[in-house]
């Protein structure tokens, strides 16, 4: 398996362990606030990835720089669109199905 996906995978796991220590003792508004933080940061990063991956790209010199210019600007696309519909994914799990006050 490649190490990307390894790598991303064990940071799902801690940020979602993170979550839901979190959410243990404070409320949920306190953890949409932080979801709101987390998903702009992590936009922000995102854009700064494609753009890097993007001028690389326009002035790589082999196939192969290419080919893995186009692998970041996709690998950074999937993982915007991941953190754009992670907070509506929970949210729907957590209010909608479970009920939980502050929602």
């Known amino acids: 398996m490649d ?6 995978a064990v ?3 801690i940020l979602n362990q993170l979550v839901h220590t979190a959410s243990a003792g404070t409320d949920l508004a306190e953890l949409w606030d932080l979801f709101s933080g987390l998903k702009t940061l992590a936009s922000s990063l995102g854009l700064v990835i ?3 991956d993007g001028i690389a790209w326009i002035i790589g010199e082999g196939a192969q720089d290419r080919e893995e210019a186009k692998k970041g600007i996709i690998y950074a696309m999937a993982g915007m669109i ?3 519909s992670a907070q509506d ?4 799990l957590y209010c909608d199905n479970i009920k939980v006050g502050g929602c």
């Open 89 to 92: 994914i929970t949210r729907t």
């Open 3 to 8: 190490r990307k996906v390894i790598r991303n």
């Open 82 to 84: 991941f953190v754009s």
């Open 11 to 13: 940071i799902l796991l």
């Open 50 to 52: 494609i753009t890097y």
